[in-house]
């Protein structure tokens, strides 16, 4: 699971003061020595590379690179391989003395359905769904150091990126997102005709969507019904308790099997917010397994005892809408991935507590 970055408060401070956070090495299993950073607010905006040769003297910007590139570089628990990143205050920044093993996604991405105007595929946890518009323009080799979801099924489909300065690189239109952490189906559109009948069914909130949540404690049937801002005033989202404020959030919940201390939830969504199963289901008490934004405050240490979980513990299980051309009622279902089906085996066991 990714480390946190740093807390803003605290690097706020610090940079008023003058005092420059890197922690002293550590051992990680292995023997792997880590060196941690972190982005102060006069630093923001500067690309890894640099941030890198004020952090280890006497590295020239062949070895800061050499150094990223050989995936020796984790940014907020990520493995990092593009030196050229720009990095924001807060982030953490860990520096090993040996590389670390890098997960390629690109045997693990599923085309569930695939025609002229769409492609349902299965995505992995721990990749971004699609590019920033900031990224967009990158070369083909940069962007296969730092792949996307979409960047995978174009790969897979045969889809060709033009050298830099000779067309547009191909894209996938997207109509769905679903957080990096967060497994499950995504669509994607091919056409503009595509793209455009998708994003009606969206607005309508006709399309189907059903995810799988493990949260703690005991959780009962119910429907959630606010309304989510932006800004709830700590710079996360949240719900408002201002009528007339915020969108319309709404999530059907019901219970697959109550665990000894833990329930797995089926979550459908009505609507679709950004992270709005997360934030219901951490406003009535019981945030999902593995959260680190909604899960608790910010630096706080997660003191539960029993087994941890592997990651965000949210998988978008069921995918239905109406082919946007040819008019097909389409469905399609994903059981939970490996790595969240192991977390549920070992939470049936009594003995596991909060």
């Known amino acids: 699971m990714s ?11 610090l940079a008023s003061h003058k005092i420059i956070i890197i922690r002293p090495p550590i051992l990680a299993p292995g023997g792997t020595r880590i060196r941690t950073f ?22 020239s910007w062949s070895n800061v690179r050499q150094i990223v590139a050989g995936r020796r570089v984790r940014i907020n628990g990520e493995v990092w391989r593009d030196d ?20 390629d996604h690109t045997d693990q991405i599923v085309l569930r359905h695939i025609d002229e105007h769409i492609i349902v595929v299965e995505k992995p946890a721990g990749i971004s769904t699609v590019r920033h518009p900031t990224e967009r323009a990158w070369s083909y080799e940069r962007r296969r150091r730092v792949p996307t979801l979409d960047d995978l099924v174009l790969r897979q489909t045969g889809a060709r990126f033009p050298k830099r300065g000779q067309g547009k690189p191909p894209r996938l239109r997207i109509v769905q997102r679903l957080d990096k952490e967060t497994s499950g189906l995504v669509v994607f559109a091919r056409t503009v005709e595509a793209e455009r009948g998708l994003g ?4 309508r909130h006709s ?43 709404i999530t059907h919940m019901g219970v697959v099997e109550s665990l ?10 009505e609507t ?10 951490a406003e009535i008490g019981h945030p999902v397994c593995g959260d680190k934004v909604y899960g608790k405050a910010a630096g706080e240490t ?53």
């Open 260 to 269: 000894p201390r833990h329930t797995l939830l089926s979550c459908r969504l």
């Open 272 to 281: 679709g917010r950004t992270h709005q199963i997360r934030i219901h289901l």
């Open 3 to 13: 480390a946190p970055a740093f807390p803003l408060n605290q690097l706020r401070f």
């Open 84 to 103: 050229a990143r720009r990095l924001k205050e807060g982030d953490r920044v860990e520096v090993l003395d040996r590389p670390l093993k890098i997960t």
């Open 200 to 203: 009606k069914q969206f607005a």
């Open 302 to 354: 997660d003191k539960r005892p029993g087994i941890k979980a592997p990651r965000l513990a949210l998988h978008a299980a069921e995918l239905g809408f109406i082919h946007p051309v040819t008019g097909e009622a389409m469905r399609w279902e994903m059981p939970l991935p490996p790595d969240l089906r192991e977390f549920v085996d070992g939470l049936r066991t009594p003995q596991v507590a909060l």
């Open 38 to 59: 972190c982005v102060l607010s006069d630093q923001q905006n500067q690309t890894l590379a640099a941030l890198l040769r004020q952090w280890l003297p006497g590295h």
């Open 207 to 249: 399309v189907h969507r059903q995810y799988l949540a493990i949260v703690p404690g005991r959780v009962e049937a119910r429907t959630i019904r606010t309304s989510l801002v932006r800004d709830r005033g700590d710079r996360r989202r949240g719900s408002s308790p201002v009528p007339g404020q915020g969108k319309e959030a």
